[in-house]
T-cell receptor, first 115, second 107 residues
Framework: NAGVTQTPKFRILKIGQSMTLQCAQD?????MYWYRQDPGMGLKLIYY???????DKGEVPNGYNVSRSTTEDFPLRLELAAPSQTSVYFC??????????????FGPGTRLTVL | KNEVEQSPQNLTAQEGEFITINCSYS?????LHWLQQHPGGGIVSLFM???GKKKHGRLIATINIQEKHSSLHITASHPRDSAVYIC?????????FGQGTRLTINP
């Protein structure tokens, strides 16, 4: 299993540009998450999904969009990049069933700089 | 006040010392997570617990639901334990994280 994969690893954007951060998992997990981590700060939840076709906002959703057309993929879209979106972005997945939620598995992260 | 508070924020110790990192939270939770973030940035989940105590190798995690408090202990610490340790609490569907404790173990 590859686990949780993210692309790209690094990206520099100009203000106003758009991009999509890709995330995929091959563990058949139903839950997927997008977090951002600003320097010296904790992880903040941007969006999450409890299954294909279902997404919901986290703590800091403004400026982002997500979709979940398949169980495996959970892309994060930045429509109009702003310097405040400079951060490291982590995707994670977990399985939640009748016995509760399993541990989260994290991708390697995408370091995004907006200039 | 943050929902999750960790202490200390930074901790430096000598190899072999017993380490304790604390996590206090203010909301009702269904589970608490301890994560390790390596100097290179990768994040690994260490423990998920909702009661009692869990042990994995030299790492021990405990939780006291009544006191809304969890501790992560490292026995016989080693320089490779140097990392940021992050506590997260699960309420409803979401996880809320503390700011992390930066641990440095000197040889």
């Amino acid at each position: 299993n590859a686990g949780v994969t993210q692309t790209p690893k690094f990206r520099i954007l100009k203000i106003g540009q758009s991009m999509t951060l890709q995330c995929a998992q091959d563990m058949n997990h139903n839950y997927m998450y997008w977090y951002r981590q600003d320097p010296g700060m904790g992880l903040k939840l941007i969006y999450y999904s409890v299954g294909a076709g279902i997404t919901d906002k986290g703590e800091v959703p403004n400026g982002y969009n997500v979709s979940r057309s398949t169980t495996e993929d959970f892309p994060l879209r930045l429509e109009l990049a702003a310097p405040s979106q400079t951060s490291v972005y982590f995707c994670a997945s977990s399985y939640t069933g009748s016995t509760g939620t399993d541990t989260q598995y994290f991708g390697p992260g995408t370091r995004l700089t907006v200039l | 006040k943050n929902e999750v508070e960790q202490s200390p924020q930074n901790l430096t110790a000598q190899e072999g010392e017993f380490i304790t990192i604390n996590c206090s939270y203010s909301v009702g939770i269904s589970a608490l997570h301890w994560l390790q973030q390596h100097p290179g940035g990768g994040i690994v989940s260490l423990f998920m617990l909702s009661s009692g105590k869990k042990k994995h190798g030299r790492l021990i995690a405990t939780i006291n639901i009544q006191e809304k408090h969890s501790s992560l202990h490292i026995t016989a610490s080693h320089p490779r334990d140097s990392a940021v340790y992050i506590c997260g609490v699960r309420g409803a569907q979401k996880l809320v994280f503390g700011q992390g404790t930066r641990l440095t173990i000197n040889p």
